[in-house]
């Protein structure tokens, strides 16, 4: 088990890009949430298997099909308590 905080740019606000990330999330077992930052980015914080974490981080490479990802930045950290995979409000 491991979590990971990733910040993704790019084209990813208006495209769909968290109701993507909670289902995609789910289908990993993943548990966590995401939301927009006010700087025009999404961040998410994934709880998991860290081999579940890893492939989630790919396709967030990725996104939904609107979505252009210009870059993921990935990093470890402390476990939160976390129930289910949410969607925040803007940060």
């Not at 025009?40 to 989630?56: K, S, T």
Request: proline share 2%; net charge positive.
């Amino acid at each position: 088990m491991g979590s990971r905080r990733l910040l993704i740019e790019g084209r990813v606000q208006r495209v769909g890009y968290r109701d993507w990330a909670v289902r995609t999330a789910k289908e990993w077992n993943i548990t966590g949430w995401v939301r927009n930052l006010s700087d025009g980015r999404v961040e998410i914080v994934a709880v998991g298997d860290d081999n579940a974490i890893d492939a989630f981080t790919d396709d967030c490479r990725t996104g939904p099909r609107a979505a252009t990802v210009s870059r993921v930045e990935a990093t470890a950290m402390e476990m939160p308590k976390v129930k289910g995979f949410t969607k925040r409000f803007t940060a």
